[in-house]
């Protein structure tokens, strides 16, 4: 009970804090600020960094009988790990003023693979399923809101590649025209998301206030 009692009302006095912020900058605000800041990064770097992804994935791999368990601890040695765990500790060089230039290595070995997958994985998770989506017939016998909705989509996606394409300047009655409608797409896609995170930020609003109201001052049920 007392535990209880102590976390709502820690809870409650940092939404709070964060509130001040309504008024203007204060010392509340960034005292709850660098709380969160502070915590998450330790939060991160001993549970997360560590636990689930450093000691599971190299070091029980490398070291098996010291920091694995169970069945786990009697498996084969990866030594080759030992590189990228190499990779991680150069890392550590920016640190150094003067040798910060040697975890240049790592960053490009890690931009370089992350660029190959990514590349890969976009053109199969997004570019190919797009453009199988975007072949639909326009007219669809007996079913007027289908016909609209593929009308639609197949307009909107050519008038988008219009825009994006900057080869051409985009003036014109093709190239000026079908790129104003590109533009108009692109502005409610981007105000939908928009509306989708205003949303979001609203239901945890929603949540704080509930908090405060129900758990903090019992003043709801």
Not at 68 to 79: I, V
Request: with cysteine.
């Amino acid at each position: 009970m007392t535990t209880l009692l102590i976390t709502t009302w820690v809870g409650a006095l940092i939404t709070l804090c964060c509130f001040t912020f309504l008024i203007k900058d204060n010392p509340f605000y960034r005292f709850a600020e660098h709380l969160f800041v502070g915590v998450s990064a330790g939060y991160y770097l001993s549970t997360i960094s560590f636990h689930q992804v450093l000691k599971p994935n190299l070091l029980a791999k490398i070291w098996p009988t010291y920091f694995a368990s169970g069945t786990a601890a009697e498996a084969t040695p990866e030594y080759i790990l030992i590189i990228p765990g190499l990779l991680g500790l150069l890392m550590l060089f920016r640190f150094s003023s003067n040798l910060s230039w040697v975890s240049r290595f790592t960053v490009a070995f890690v931009m370089g693979v992350s660029t190959g997958i990514a590349v890969v994985t976009s053109a199969e998770q997004y570019l190919i399923p797009q453009v199988k989506k975007a072949i639909v017939p326009l007219i669809v016998s007996g079913d007027y809101f289908g016909s609209f909705s593929n009308l639609v989509l197949v307009v909107g996606t050519v008038a988008c590649l219009f825009y994006f394409f900057f080869s051409t300047e985009h003036r014109g009655p093709v190239f000026g025209n079908v790129a104003k409608v590109g533009i108009w797409y692109l502005m409610i896609s981007f105000g939908a998301a928009f509306g989708a995170t205003v949303m979001g930020r609203i239901s945890l609003l929603i949540g704080r206030f509930n908090f405060l109201l129900s758990d903090w001052l019992h003043l709801i049920k």
